[in-house]
T-cell receptor, first 113, second 115 residues
Framework: AQSVTQLGSHVSVSEGALVLLRCNYS??????LFWYVQYPNQGLQLLLK??????LVKGINGFEAEFKKSETSFHLTKPSAHMSDAAEYFC???????????FGGGTRLMVKP | ETGVTQTPRHLVMGMTNKKSLKCEQH?????MYWYKQSAKKPLELMFV???????ENNSVPSRFSPECPNSSHLFLHLHTLQPEDSALYLC??????????????FGPGTRLTVL
């Protein structure tokens, strides 16, 4: 069984500041990890994913995430926030069998001018 | 058309109505999914279809009835819904690969309001 915890349902940063969105997971098998973004009135868009190999994963829009097995974490970062980054972000985990993704509760990112 | 499309984008219905949500994917995928997204609740998986066969029904009430006539189309038939069923219903598709690397791609959702 898998579970995902996203610390902080709301995160507010200033434009140009570092973005850090936290995700911790539990999984009984090696996990596959995903970050999705949801803009208002839209569906989920894949930002990046970790499957195997390099633990630092680069995604779209300047985001990246690092898989840390020892910390069971997959935090999402971006060096400099832009107003257009304001959205809700979802972390998800999947085991190595079946199709099911388990999502975290989401973090709403607000970017102040 | 690209990606995953959903129609209608918005739907208002009474509790005695019957309506259907439609999802179509243009990605050549073999698996399709229905999710429910309610305010202040995590995304809930409702149904999964692999190669047109239902492989997951996440204890969804029978007033929701899915249909998958082929790998490109997925429907969610609705009848005698309750106000608490008001939510954003998201469709997704994936290749249906084994081994966990499968990636789901989402449609824009249907915003359903039950009066």
């Amino acid at each position: 069984a898998q579970s995902v915890t996203q610390l902080g349902s709301h995160v507010s940063v200033s434009e140009g500041a570092l973005v850090l969105l936290r995700c911790n997971y539990s999984s009984s098998v090696p996990p596959y990890l995903f970050w999705y973004v949801q803009y208002p009135n839209q569906g989920l868009q894949l930002l990046l994913k970790y499957t195997t190999g390099a633990t630092l994963v680069k995604g779209i829009n300047g985001f990246e995430a690092e898989f840390k097995k020892s910390e069971t974490s997959f935090h999402l970062t971006k060096p400099s926030a832009h107003m257009s980054d304001a959205a809700e972000y979802f972390c998800a985990v999947r085991g190595n069998a079946g199709n099911m993704l388990t999502f975290g509760g989401g973090t709403r990112l607000m970017v102040k001018p | 058309e690209t990606g995953v499309t959903q129609t209608p984008r918005h739907l208002v219905m009474g509790m005695t109505n019957k309506k259907s949500l439609k999802c179509e994917q243009h990605l050549g995928h073999n698996a399709m999914y229905w999710y429910k997204q309610s305010a202040k609740k995590p995304l809930e998986l409702m149904f999964v279809y692999n190669f047109k066969e239902q492989t997951e029904n996440n204890s969804v009430p029978s007033r929701f009835s899915p249909e998958c006539p082929n790998s490109s189309h997925l429907f969610l038939h609705l009848h005698t819904l309750q106000p608490e069923d008001s939510a954003l219903y998201l469709c997704a598709s994936s290749q249906g690969l084994p081994g966990g690397t499968d990636t789901q791609y989402f449609g824009p959702g249907t915003r359903l309001t039950v009066l």
